[in-house]
Protein backbone atom coordinates (compact mmCIF):
# COMPACT_ATOMS: atom_id res chain seq x y z
CA UNK A 1 0.00 0.00 0.00
CA UNK A 2 1.42 3.34 -0.93
CA UNK A 3 2.11 6.02 1.89
CA UNK A 4 -0.44 9.15 1.60
CA UNK A 5 2.27 12.10 1.73
CA UNK A 6 -0.41 14.53 3.27
CA UNK A 7 0.41 18.08 2.53
CA UNK A 8 -2.12 19.89 4.28
CA UNK A 9 -0.41 17.72 7.88
CA UNK A 10 2.77 18.95 7.19
CA UNK A 11 1.77 22.45 6.02
CA UNK A 12 -0.21 23.09 9.09
CA UNK A 13 3.27 21.86 11.07
CA UNK A 14 5.52 24.41 9.38
CA UNK A 15 2.40 26.95 9.94
CA UNK A 16 3.03 26.31 14.02
CA UNK A 17 6.40 26.74 13.48
CA UNK A 18 6.36 29.63 11.55
CA UNK A 19 3.34 31.50 14.12
CA UNK A 20 6.55 30.69 17.17
CA UNK A 21 8.73 32.57 14.67
CA UNK A 22 6.16 35.44 14.05
CA UNK A 23 5.95 35.55 17.64
CA UNK A 24 9.53 35.70 18.21
CA UNK A 25 10.21 38.55 15.78
CA UNK A 26 6.69 40.55 17.53
CA UNK A 27 8.96 40.26 20.57
CA UNK A 28 11.70 42.71 18.87
CA UNK A 29 9.35 44.77 17.46
CA UNK A 30 8.80 43.29 14.09
CA UNK A 31 5.88 42.49 11.97
CA UNK A 32 6.25 40.80 8.58
CA UNK A 33 4.13 42.31 5.71
CA UNK A 34 3.44 41.20 2.92
CA UNK A 35 1.78 43.45 -0.31
CA UNK A 36 0.18 40.80 -2.62
CA UNK A 37 -1.29 42.74 -6.07
CA UNK A 38 -3.71 41.37 -8.13
CA UNK A 39 -4.81 42.61 -11.62
CA UNK A 40 -8.40 41.81 -12.95
CA UNK A 41 -11.02 39.12 -11.78
CA UNK A 42 -9.73 35.88 -13.01
CA UNK A 43 -11.34 33.38 -10.47
CA UNK A 44 -8.38 31.26 -10.22
CA UNK A 45 -6.12 34.22 -9.34
CA UNK A 46 -8.96 35.52 -7.11
CA UNK A 47 -9.13 32.49 -4.82
CA UNK A 48 -5.30 32.15 -4.25
CA UNK A 49 -4.90 35.34 -3.64
CA UNK A 50 -7.63 34.33 -0.71
CA UNK A 51 -6.01 31.82 0.42
CA UNK A 52 -2.16 33.65 0.88
CA UNK A 53 -4.97 36.22 2.84
CA UNK A 54 -6.24 34.22 5.11
CA UNK A 55 -2.99 32.03 6.06
CA UNK A 56 -0.92 35.33 6.69
CA UNK A 57 -3.23 36.32 9.20
CA UNK A 58 -3.59 32.30 10.90
CA UNK A 59 0.25 32.96 10.79
CA UNK A 60 0.56 36.63 12.40
CA UNK A 61 1.91 38.33 9.03
CA UNK A 62 0.26 41.17 8.05
CA UNK A 63 -0.93 41.29 4.47
CA UNK A 64 -2.03 44.41 2.42
CA UNK A 65 -3.84 43.30 -0.73
CA UNK A 66 -4.26 45.67 -3.78
CA UNK A 67 -7.03 44.76 -5.96
CA UNK A 68 -6.53 46.54 -9.33
CA UNK A 69 -8.63 47.10 -12.59
CA UNK A 70 -7.86 44.94 -15.60
CA UNK A 71 -7.52 48.30 -17.46
CA UNK A 72 -4.56 49.15 -14.75
CA UNK A 73 -1.38 50.41 -17.17
CA UNK A 74 1.82 49.16 -17.18
CA UNK A 75 3.09 53.16 -15.48
CA UNK A 76 0.33 52.60 -12.60
CA UNK A 77 1.42 48.41 -11.99
CA UNK A 78 4.62 49.90 -11.81
CA UNK A 79 4.63 53.07 -9.76
CA UNK A 80 2.94 50.90 -7.19
CA UNK A 81 5.99 48.72 -7.40
CA UNK A 82 8.35 51.36 -6.55
CA UNK A 83 6.22 52.80 -3.73
CA UNK A 84 6.20 49.38 -2.02
CA UNK A 85 9.80 48.97 -2.71
CA UNK A 86 10.16 51.82 -0.86
CA UNK A 87 7.44 50.93 1.85
CA UNK A 88 9.91 49.86 5.21
CA UNK A 89 6.84 48.45 6.78
CA UNK A 90 6.58 46.07 3.76
CA UNK A 91 9.03 43.00 3.74
CA UNK A 92 8.02 40.88 0.60
CA UNK A 93 6.28 42.09 -2.85
CA UNK A 94 4.19 39.40 -4.65
CA UNK A 95 2.03 40.08 -8.03
CA UNK A 96 -0.29 37.33 -8.71
CA UNK A 97 0.52 35.74 -12.08
CA UNK A 98 -0.71 35.89 -14.90
CA UNK A 99 -0.73 39.18 -15.58
CA UNK A 100 -3.22 41.05 -18.49
CA UNK A 101 -1.50 40.89 -22.44
CA UNK A 102 -0.79 44.43 -22.11
CA UNK A 103 1.22 44.71 -19.55
CA UNK A 104 4.89 43.52 -19.64
CA UNK A 105 5.16 40.89 -16.68
CA UNK A 106 8.82 40.61 -16.71
CA UNK A 107 9.41 44.24 -16.15
CA UNK A 108 7.35 44.30 -13.49
CA UNK A 109 9.39 41.65 -12.19
CA UNK A 110 12.95 43.11 -12.55
CA UNK A 111 11.25 45.85 -10.75
CA UNK A 112 10.84 44.48 -7.79
CA UNK A 113 13.49 44.84 -5.37
CA UNK A 114 15.30 41.50 -5.34
CA UNK A 115 15.04 41.73 -1.22
CA UNK A 116 11.55 41.38 -1.14
CA UNK A 117 10.52 39.48 -3.80
CA UNK A 118 9.21 36.39 -2.09
CA UNK A 119 8.25 34.68 -5.23
CA UNK A 120 11.78 34.51 -5.81
CA UNK A 121 10.99 35.10 -9.87
CA UNK A 122 13.40 38.21 -9.95
CA UNK A 123 16.65 37.28 -12.27
CA UNK A 124 19.06 38.40 -9.56
CA UNK A 125 17.57 35.45 -7.40
CA UNK A 126 17.31 33.46 -10.12
CA UNK A 127 20.60 33.58 -10.73
CA UNK A 128 21.57 32.90 -6.96
CA UNK A 129 19.30 29.84 -6.77
CA UNK A 130 21.27 28.10 -9.81
CA UNK A 131 25.00 28.79 -7.99
CA UNK A 132 23.77 27.47 -4.85
CA UNK A 133 23.54 31.11 -3.29
CA UNK A 134 19.72 31.53 -3.14
CA UNK A 135 18.45 34.40 -0.95
CA UNK A 136 14.61 33.03 -1.25
CA UNK A 137 13.72 29.46 -2.54
CA UNK A 138 10.56 29.38 -5.15
CA UNK A 139 7.33 28.69 -3.03
CA UNK A 140 6.25 25.24 -5.16
CA UNK A 141 9.71 23.97 -5.40
CA UNK A 142 10.40 24.62 -1.72
CA UNK A 143 7.13 23.48 -0.68
CA UNK A 144 8.30 19.86 -2.56
CA UNK A 145 11.13 19.50 -1.57
CA UNK A 146 10.07 19.78 2.18
CA UNK A 147 7.53 17.60 1.59
CA UNK A 148 10.43 14.68 0.42
CA UNK A 149 12.54 15.87 3.74
CA UNK A 150 9.38 15.54 6.29
CA UNK A 151 8.14 12.38 4.80
CA UNK A 152 12.50 11.28 5.34
CA UNK A 153 12.88 11.11 1.74
CA UNK A 154 16.42 11.36 0.62
CA UNK A 155 17.02 12.96 -2.90
CA UNK A 156 20.76 12.89 -3.25
CA UNK A 157 21.81 9.75 -5.67
CA UNK A 158 18.36 9.06 -7.12
CA UNK A 159 17.10 9.89 -10.59
CA UNK A 160 14.60 12.32 -10.28
CA UNK A 161 11.97 13.11 -13.74
CA UNK A 162 10.65 16.30 -13.31
CA UNK A 163 7.41 16.67 -15.80
CA UNK A 164 7.04 20.05 -16.97
CA UNK A 165 9.89 23.14 -17.75
CA UNK A 166 7.88 26.39 -15.85
CA UNK A 167 10.07 29.19 -14.43
CA UNK A 168 7.74 28.68 -11.54
CA UNK A 169 7.93 25.10 -10.78
CA UNK A 170 10.08 22.53 -13.40
CA UNK A 171 13.15 24.80 -13.89
CA UNK A 172 13.75 25.99 -10.34
CA UNK A 173 13.07 22.42 -9.16
CA UNK A 174 15.48 20.99 -11.70
CA UNK A 175 17.84 23.62 -10.17
CA UNK A 176 17.86 23.11 -6.44
CA UNK A 177 17.60 19.11 -6.95
CA UNK A 178 20.73 19.21 -8.93
CA UNK A 179 22.31 21.60 -5.90
CA UNK A 180 20.92 18.44 -3.77
CA UNK A 181 22.73 15.58 -5.42
CA UNK A 182 20.27 14.37 -7.30
CA UNK A 183 20.43 12.88 -10.77
CA UNK A 184 17.78 14.92 -13.13
CA UNK A 185 16.06 14.65 -15.94
CA UNK A 186 13.57 17.41 -16.91
CA UNK A 187 10.95 16.44 -19.86
CA UNK A 188 7.83 17.83 -21.00
CA UNK A 189 4.48 16.87 -22.05
CA UNK A 190 6.29 16.58 -26.23
CA UNK A 191 9.17 14.52 -25.07
CA UNK A 192 9.95 11.50 -27.18
CA UNK A 193 9.49 8.03 -25.15
CA UNK A 194 8.22 10.28 -22.03
CA UNK A 195 6.84 6.60 -20.81
CA UNK A 196 10.21 5.01 -20.72
CA UNK A 197 12.00 7.97 -18.98
CA UNK A 198 9.34 8.21 -16.47
CA UNK A 199 9.53 4.65 -15.78
CA UNK A 200 13.02 4.64 -14.53
CA UNK A 201 12.85 7.58 -11.66
CA UNK A 202 12.86 6.98 -8.34
CA UNK A 203 11.20 10.15 -8.04
CA UNK A 204 8.90 11.05 -10.30
CA UNK A 205 7.18 14.84 -10.21
CA UNK A 206 4.63 15.68 -12.55
CA UNK A 207 3.85 19.76 -13.22
CA UNK A 208 2.33 20.10 -16.50
CA UNK A 209 -1.47 21.10 -15.85
CA UNK A 210 -2.75 17.96 -17.95
CA UNK A 211 -4.79 15.64 -15.95
CA UNK A 212 -4.28 12.23 -16.55
CA UNK A 213 -0.96 12.56 -18.19
CA UNK A 214 1.13 10.42 -15.82
CA UNK A 215 -0.64 6.91 -15.88
CA UNK A 216 0.36 3.50 -14.32
CA UNK A 217 3.00 2.37 -17.05
CA UNK A 218 4.72 5.77 -16.91
CA UNK A 219 5.37 5.02 -13.21
CA UNK A 220 8.43 2.42 -11.46
CA UNK A 221 7.22 0.04 -9.68
CA UNK A 222 7.90 1.89 -5.68
CA UNK A 223 8.48 5.28 -6.82
CA UNK A 224 7.95 8.68 -5.32
CA UNK A 225 5.06 10.63 -7.21
CA UNK A 226 4.62 14.21 -6.65
CA UNK A 227 1.83 15.83 -8.54
CA UNK A 228 2.09 19.29 -9.09
CA UNK A 229 -0.83 19.51 -11.20
CA UNK A 230 -4.12 21.81 -10.84
CA UNK A 231 -6.94 20.81 -13.19
CA UNK A 232 -10.36 20.23 -13.28
CA UNK A 233 -12.07 16.88 -14.91
CA UNK A 234 -14.84 16.94 -16.94
CA UNK A 235 -17.18 16.72 -14.06
CA UNK A 236 -15.37 20.04 -12.78
CA UNK A 237 -13.46 18.12 -10.27
CA UNK A 238 -10.13 19.46 -9.20
CA UNK A 239 -6.92 16.72 -10.02
CA UNK A 240 -3.45 16.63 -10.60
CA UNK A 241 -1.59 15.26 -13.64
CA UNK A 242 -1.48 12.16 -12.31
CA UNK A 243 -3.99 9.24 -13.17
CA UNK A 244 -4.06 8.70 -9.06
CA UNK A 245 -6.11 5.95 -8.74
CA UNK A 246 -4.55 3.55 -11.09
CA UNK A 247 -0.92 4.52 -9.96
CA UNK A 248 -1.09 4.87 -6.86
CA UNK A 249 -0.79 1.22 -5.42
CA UNK A 250 2.22 0.98 -7.67
CA UNK A 251 4.08 4.04 -5.46
CA UNK A 252 6.11 3.87 -2.10
CA UNK A 253 4.65 7.12 -1.93
CA UNK A 254 2.64 9.30 -3.45
CA UNK A 255 0.96 13.42 -3.06
CA UNK A 256 -3.00 13.82 -3.34
CA UNK A 257 -4.08 16.64 -4.80
CA UNK A 258 -6.11 18.62 -3.81
CA UNK A 259 -4.37 18.10 0.05
CA UNK A 260 -0.63 17.91 -1.54
CA UNK A 261 1.74 19.94 -3.15
CA UNK A 262 -0.88 22.72 -2.43
CA UNK A 263 -1.04 24.14 0.99
CA UNK A 264 2.79 23.91 1.05
CA UNK A 265 3.35 26.42 -1.56
CA UNK A 266 1.27 29.04 0.54
CA UNK A 267 3.23 27.85 3.53
CA UNK A 268 6.35 28.42 1.76
CA UNK A 269 5.41 32.14 1.01
CA UNK A 270 5.08 32.77 4.45
CA UNK A 271 8.70 31.69 5.23
CA UNK A 272 10.15 33.54 2.67
CA UNK A 273 8.23 36.31 4.14
CA UNK A 274 9.11 36.02 7.64
CA UNK A 275 12.67 35.48 6.00
CA UNK A 276 12.64 38.56 4.10
CA UNK A 277 11.37 40.83 7.08
CA UNK A 278 14.67 38.78 9.74
CA UNK A 279 16.82 39.43 6.53
CA UNK A 280 16.10 43.24 6.33
CA UNK A 281 17.72 43.44 10.22
CA UNK A 282 20.48 41.05 9.98
CA UNK A 283 22.27 43.10 6.78
N1 LIG B 1 0.28 32.25 -10.24
C1 LIG B 1 0.32 30.91 -10.15
N2 LIG B 1 1.28 30.53 -9.28
C2 LIG B 1 1.85 31.66 -8.82
C3 LIG B 1 2.91 31.92 -7.89
O1 LIG B 1 3.52 31.03 -7.31
N3 LIG B 1 3.18 33.23 -7.66
C4 LIG B 1 2.54 34.23 -8.30
N4 LIG B 1 2.90 35.48 -8.04
N5 LIG B 1 1.56 34.03 -9.17
C5 LIG B 1 1.23 32.74 -9.42
Given amino acids: MARIIDGKKISEEIKEELKSEVLALGEKGIVPELAVILVGEDGASQIYVKNKERVAKEVGISSEVMRLSVETSQEELEKIILQYNADEK ?141 NRDENGKLCGDVDYIHVCDKTHCITPVPGGVGPMTIMMLMRNTILAAKNKFVI
Avoid at 170 to 197: H, W
Wanted: a neutral charge; one cysteine or more.
Fill in 90 to 230: IHGILVQLPLSKHIDAKRIINLIDPKKDVDCFHPENVGKLMIGDARFLPCTPAGILELLERSELLVEGKNVVVVGRSNIVGKPLAVMLINLGATVTVCNSKTKNLKEICAQADILVSATGRAGLICEDMVKQAAVVIDVGM
